[in-house]
Every structure is written in structure tokens, then in C-alpha cells.
């Protein structure tokens, strides 16, 4: 229970923060700025609860969710001055964040008692689904499904997790590692460009 | 109770009216605008007992929601032959059903009782995101995040109302002057192209 | 609750295949590809049990819906090298499933007690939502609006399948006329391009 807690306040601030500077970029005014890194950083968890039926969902009866995301949309909004290349620092808190979630969904679904499968999808969407709801909300193209195998990289730390569990890896060890092999394996995927294999070259559609 | 009833189905009917006008402006045909109606309409008081967990969702047990939208949505189909500035009276209906359902949203929170804040969330999320999930369906980038202050003038009103409530303001009294501010900042806002405070500008990104 | 099980199998499939070709068109990863699969098959189905409060959704307790998915989508890549127009054979299985899961938001209705407008409304729904979650995901403007008078088909199955059941028709051969009215209605109406009685022209607005 504690590791989820510190985890998930781990993610909620690099979500909020990925958020921030999503919605920044597109010149959202200061309100604008809130809700889009709230969504970003509470959407997948929210989606997640809303389906199993964990109703009503945390942040309504817990302040420090919306404490944490206007804190870190703060912070974000402080460090524009310095920060130059957006798009970098937002991929690396994106990267994080989605490390983190992936893990606190898995944890979710162990604790509820459900099967390894569902466990990865629960993570996958936990990490993935805010920022597809963000996406939608900025009226951008969806990032999830295109390029830099975003959703990939969660189910492939979901089934190294359930892998180590498998082979009795001390748990803390096991997120730390599973966490550093999502947020490394996302960054390498788009800076080579990285790709699942595509049928489309090979069959000239 | 009662006055929740009256304010549900005056915001019901508001924002019906505006959502068969944002989906006429599209051209859908007439179950596509009696639907995008009922999505305006309902769609963030929907969102609000999804997340709260008031399920299943109203307007399911209860007809006379479904109702009022289809008859607004003929209203809405008869009064364009008069109306010739479509912007104009979408604004005004829009702003009506704005400041309606804010009152609605805390409402709700009020009698599970949540703390202010979220009251004042819940409230911003059945008056707009029944408005976001319209524009995601027709395809327009959602006015919430962008322009007209728009998520901002249901939480101020929020505010006003936590504030003369803590003042113990005859709680009707209240109700109309936040419905009156929320509906005359909105305009007003729009009138006169009310934006907060920009960080673009100062800063040149 | 038999036939229930078989027609939700048979949409299920129609919906994940017709996903899938959506998602190749759009040339998304493989991973992608199953995951709009999976939205498009299981999206109406889960915004209904949403709304209705029937929590945890299906799909997280039985792995059968995820492997039908899955199997669905893998047939879907390997017919691509056969299927020369995808257009049609996307048609053709959309207007299956929108039939079959017409069906299955109707029965559910049925089962709830709820009125026979809910029913239908719950039908169009369970038919419809998966193609608007879909195309929201795609960043294709939902086709459910605008042509091919999409929920329309599923409003008249629905108004056919109660009509039948009060004439007191053995309900599986209801069931399989409507199916039948619902795809050869929507396919007539892409063919001739059937669309409601629309305002527009007459009133050269």
C-alpha cells in the first residue's frame, strides 16, 4: 500500500508536468493549463477506477490529488523561463510518468485479485489513457497508437514484472527495475525512431 | 431537492437548445442532432454520477430527460426560421445552462458531503464537459481550454457561492445572483474578449 | 442469456475486425491496431455497463472477450493480402456488428426492466459508441452524425424488435429479422446514400 501511495504521487507529478507543457504549448490560459495536466495526470487512473467500479473515484474524497497536480502545473509553469526545448523535458517526464502508472494499474489489479493479463492492461491503461484523453482534449492526434510504441513500452515492463514476480524477485527491486526498463526503453524508442514491425513496407499497401 | 429539479431542468433545456444549434451549424441530420442535444445536455451530469458512482445514470430510470431534450431539440428545429444569428442566441443558451448546471454540480456535491472544492469541481464538470464531449463529437477543438473563460466563470461562481453561503445568504438568494454573475461574466467575456492573465505574451515563447 | 452469448460473440468479431481494418487504414503498429480493435469491439458494450453501473466491466473477469479480440484482429491482418477493397469488407462487417450489438443493448435493457425507449436507447448505444470511440482514437470525424443515418438503423431495428415482441413473435426468429433489416438497411443506405429528411436544402440556410 505505501509503495503504490509513493508511486502514485511519483506519477501524478510527472503527468502534471508532461500536461502542463502539452497544454503550454498550445497557449491554454492559466485554468486551461490546470484542468489538461489534471486529466493528463488523473485520467488514466480515473478510467481505471470507473471500470472496475471503484466508485467515487479518489481525488473527490482526497484533496492532495488536486494539492499535487496544481503544485506540479505551479512548478512547471515557474520553470518555462529556464526550460528552452520543450519537447525533450516533456518526453522525459511523459517517460516517467508512464513508468509509474504502469506499475501503480498492476498493483491495482493484484490487489483486486485479477489475472496477469488483465493486471498489464489495467497498468497499460493507467499510464496510457490520460494522456490519450489530454491528446483529445488538445485536439491533438492521439500519440498512443502512432509512433514511439508507447503502449508497448508498458505492456513490455507488465510482462517483465510478472516475469520477476514469477521468479520470486523481491518486490521494491522488481518495480525499480521494471520502472528504469519502461522510462530507458521509451526514450531509446524515439530517439532511434523505434518501431514495431510494420506490415506495411513489406506488402507496399 | 425541489430546487435542483427546477434548476436541472431549466439548464437541461439551455443547454439542449445550444447543443441542437452547434449541431445544426454541422448539418447533421435529425437523430444526429437530438443526440449531440442529449449529449450536451447531459453529458456532464453524466460524466459527474459516473464518477461519483450514482449509478445507474438518471436519465435511464427516468424519461422525462430524455423528454425535455427531444422537445427542446423541436423548439430548437422550429425557432431557426426566426433566428437568424445562430452565434449569438447558441451564446446566451449557452450561458444560461453555464451557470444552471455550475448550481446543479455543487448541489449534488453538497448533499454527499463533499468538501467545497470538490463541490466547486463538480459543479465546473456538469457545466462543461457536457459542452467538451459535444465538440469532440462534432469535431471542434473544445472551447473549455481556449477562449471565453469559459471553465473559469463556473468556478468563480462556485466560489461566490461557497463564499455567500459561508455569510449565510438566503440559499435562493444565492442561487440567482451566482446564476446572474456566471451568465453575465460569461457574455461579457465573450463580448469583450476576456482572457486571463496570458503568459505569452510577456514572456515571447 | 444463450443467445445473448452467441450474438455478443458474433459483434464482438464484426466490430474487431471492422477496428482493425479502420486502424491498418491509418497504418498503426500492431499494437495499435489491436487496441483500436478492442475499443471499437468492446467500447458500446462498456460505456453501456458504465451507465448502468454493472461494474467491474466483462471484460476484465472473462479473458474470453480480450482472445476474441485478439484472434479477431489476427484474421483481419492475415485476410489484408486477399482483401483488395477495404472499404466494402469494412462496411460489411461494421453493419453486421452494428446489428448484432443492437441486439445485445436491447436484451440487456430487456433483462434490467427498463422501459423500451431505454432498451433501444441502450442498444444504439451498446451499436454505436465503439465506431465513436474508434473514430475519436483515429481522429476521424465520427461517422455516426453525419451520413449513412448510422444510429438511425439501430433506432428502427429497435422500434421493429419491440413492435415484433408485442405482436408476440418467437423472439429468436425476432431477433434474426431484425439483424437482418438492420444490416440490409444500413447497407442499402450507404449504397444509395439514404439520409434523413434534412432541413438544409429546403431552407437554403
Redesign the interface.
Known sequence: METVKVIEIAGTVSFSIAGAFA??E???????IF??AFVAALGGG?LRD????D???KW??D?NY?LIVLLSTIAA?LF??VILNYHKILLLFDSIGLGFFTLVGIQTGIT?G??S??CI??GTMTACFGG?IRD????N??L???KE?Y??TC?TGGVLFFMLRYLEVYQPYNEIICLLVIVLFRLLAVKYDW??????NQ?N?
Do not use: C, H, Y
Open positions: 497544454a503550454m498550445k497557449r491554454l490560459d492559466l485554468f486551461g484542468i489538461v480515473t470507473v471500470l472496475i467500479g466508485l467515487p473515484v473527490m474524497l484533496m488536486g509553469l518555462t523561463r483486486l485479477f489475472s493479463i488483465t492492461g489495467l490519450v483529445i482534449l488538445l485536439n492526434i492521439p498512443i497508437f502512432e510504441i503502449a508497448t505492456i518501431q514495431l514491425p510494420s506490415l506495411w506488402r499497401l
